[in-house]
């Protein structure tokens, strides 16, 4: 129960020396707190719901949440697409509530921008009436789970147009940064990027799947992106500023890491002496450093 619900106002009742009129109001008062209090057991909501522009819309993963990654919603004129990654079963269904809640139009395609391979339950909770458009590489990620998907799947190399309407979306590959097989989404008429899990917005997220100059590399890349907007994997909407303050992090954190790697320190020691000024990491990373270094360490040490 949130603090200063319903326990404290039955007790203020109680212990009221106060006329019949104010105990209504106190009665009434508590009522109302109990009704719009979480119940004991429903689960925290996953997403928060922000509005882009006109017809799109983020959903902001909570990022201590099993999401873990926003999603991003375009409503076309006839349907609804989403775009995004890790999505649970509890994700997808609460994805799909919120798009009803903003929309009578259907839920017609999910853009998967990657799949992390080992995740069997993640990615297939859609129902079977939504296609899924995605990379052929997170394809044949998504095949290599023992978990078979019902859905219509429609997987391209390196780009892909889709246009309906006065709506653009343009999907592109960017490899080899974050995670094989994942892509970016593009709107043109708008200046929107849906960058996915490979930028993330005041927040930490865990590093440990993908090849970290590959991963500069691309950010270098949409920075020359017009944009006016741009929904990150974690965190709130941002624009491109907050794309390059990810990239310098980025940057930071790997030549941290390097310079390890040059005294000759083990991932261990890394790990152990790690250090950058706290104004530069970014909120949660505590959370998310042990692996990170781990996997940074990991993937410096064999590209030199
Ligand atoms: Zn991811």
């Avoid at 219509?152 to 592109?172: A, D, P, R």
């Avoid at 970016?184 to 490979?198: C, G, N």
């Avoid at 909407?237 to 083990?266: K, N, P």
Wanted: glycine content about 8%; overall charge neutral; proline content about 7%.
């Amino acid at each position: 129960m949130w603090p200063g619900s319903g326990t404290t106002s039955t007790t203020a009742m109680r212990n009221c020396n106060c006329n019949g009129a104010t105990r209504v109001r106190l009665l009434l008062a508590a009522l109302l707190l109990l009704l719009f209090s979480p119940a004991a057991g429903v689960a925290a909501p996953l997403y928060s719901v922000t509005k882009v522009d006109e017809r799109l819309y983020a959903a902001i993963a909570d990022p201590r949440g099993e999401a873990a990654s926003n999603a991003f919603i375009i409503i076309t004129p006839t349907s609804v697409t989403v775009a995004g990654a890790h999505f649970t079963p509890a994700g997808a269904a609460e994805i799909t509530r919120i798009i009803a809640a903003i929309t009578p139009l259907p839920l017609r395609s999910v853009i998967l921008t990657h799949h992390h391979q080992e995740s069997p339950a993640v990615d297939f909770g859609f129902p079977p009436t939504v296609e899924l458009i995605t990379s052929a590489r997170s394809w044949s990620n998504l095949k290599g789970e023992k978990q078979q998907l019902n859905n219509q799947v429609i997987s391209f190399e390196k780009v892909m147009t889709i246009v309906g309407g006065k709506q653009t979306i343009l999907l592109t590959v960017m490899e080899p940064g974050y995670t094989a097989g994942n892509l970016v989404v593009y709107l043109p008429e708008q200046a929107v990027l849906f960058a996915s899990d490979l930028a993330y917005n005041n927040v930490a997220g865990v590093m440990d799947d993908g090849h970290p100059r590959g991963w500069v590399q691309d950010l270098l890349q949409l920075e020359n992106l017009v944009v006016t907007k741009v929904v990150p994997g974690r965190g709130n909407v941002t624009d491109g500023a907050g794309l390059q303050r990810f990239r310098f992090f980025l940057q930071d954190f790997f030549t941290e890491i390097m310079g390890h790697l040059e005294r000759g320190e083990s991932a261990e020691e890394t790990v152990r002496l790690f250090h950058l000024p706290p104004e530069k990491i970014p909120p949660l990373f505590p959370l998310v450093q042990r692996k990170s270094i781990e996997w940074a360490w990991r993937e410096l040490q064999e590209q030199r």
